[in-house]
T-cell receptor, first 114, second 115 residues
Framework: AQSVTQPDIHITVSEGASLELRCNYS??????LFWYVQSPGQGLQLLLK??????LVQGIKGFEAEFKRSQSSFNLRKPSVHWSDAAEYFC????????????FGTGTRLQVTL | EPEVTQTPSHQVTQMGQEVILRCVPISNHLYFYWYRQILGQKVEFLVS????????KSEIFDDQFSVERPDGSNFTLKIRSTKLEDSAMYFCASSAVVAASDTQYFGPGTRLTVL
């Protein structure tokens, strides 16, 4: 069965510092991968997604992610974090054989210090 | 920008009571989903719905749960007899097409508290 692991439960970075949030997936074929962000009291907003082509994908709010098949990873990065980036970040995988469910990781809570 | 809306934002109920959570998907979307997130845990898939039928459901989605699209705009999740363990944030989502690369757009969620 497909699964997603986000090894870091909580990360704290200083504003202006770079950020990398880790995501590893377990899936037999090429997965469709997503990063969502959840701000307090808000729903899940899509940051970016990968389904084919260039393994480095650009998203909204200055985020990017790189798909590495050899490492089964899809890490999210941002070169310079802003205080407004404080939120919970979820990596998710979607089965290529069905268009239905997303399987989410447990999330990483990002705290930004000023 | 179109968005998925959910009502109520917070629902408190007594154990054993029925609750209906409401969602208005994005207007031209055809595929609808419910997910839930128990406090401190991951977001979990409950059910997907298309063409007035359930497409897929998880083990969580037992006989106590049902979904319905009662009219052209609403999509509801009913829990017939709530249990303490049903306390969670419930998210509705919709997508335009069924392609796996398509984006699911999520609503802000309904926090259900069962006492």
């Amino acid at each position: 069965a497909q699964s997603v692991t986000q090894p870091d439960i909580h990360i704290t970075v200083s504003e202006g510092a770079s950020l990398e949030l880790r995501c590893n997936y377990s899936y037999g074929a090429t997965p469709y991968l997503f990063w969502y962000v959840q701000s307090p009291g808000q729903g899940l907003q899509l940051l970016l997604k990968y389904f084919s082509g260039d393994t480095l994908v650009q998203g909204i709010k200055g985020f990017e992610a790189e798909f590495k098949r050899s490492q089964s990873s899809f890490n999210l990065r941002k070169p310079s974090v802003h205080w407004s980036d404080a939120a919970e970040y979820f990596c998710a995988v979607r089965h290529t054989g069905t268009a239905s469910k997303l399987t989410f990781g447990t999330g990483t809570r990002l705290q930004v210090t000023l | 920008e179109p968005e998925v809306t959910q009502t109520p934002s917070h629902q408190v109920t007594q154990m054993g009571q029925e609750v209906i959570l409401r969602c208005v998907p994005i207007s031209n979307h055809l595929y609808f989903y419910w997910y839930r997130q128990i406090l401190g845990q991951k977001v979990e898939f409950l059910v997907s719905f298309y063409n007035n039928e359930i497409s897929e459901k998880s083990e969580i989605f037992d006989d106590q749960f049902s979904v319905e699209r009662p009219d052209g705009s609403n999509f509801t999740l009913k829990i017939r007899s709530t249990k303490l363990e049903d306390s969670a944030m419930y998210f509705c989502a919709s997508s335009a097409v069924v392609a796996a690369s398509d984006t699911q757009y999520f609503g802000p969620g309904t926090r259900l508290t069962v006492l």
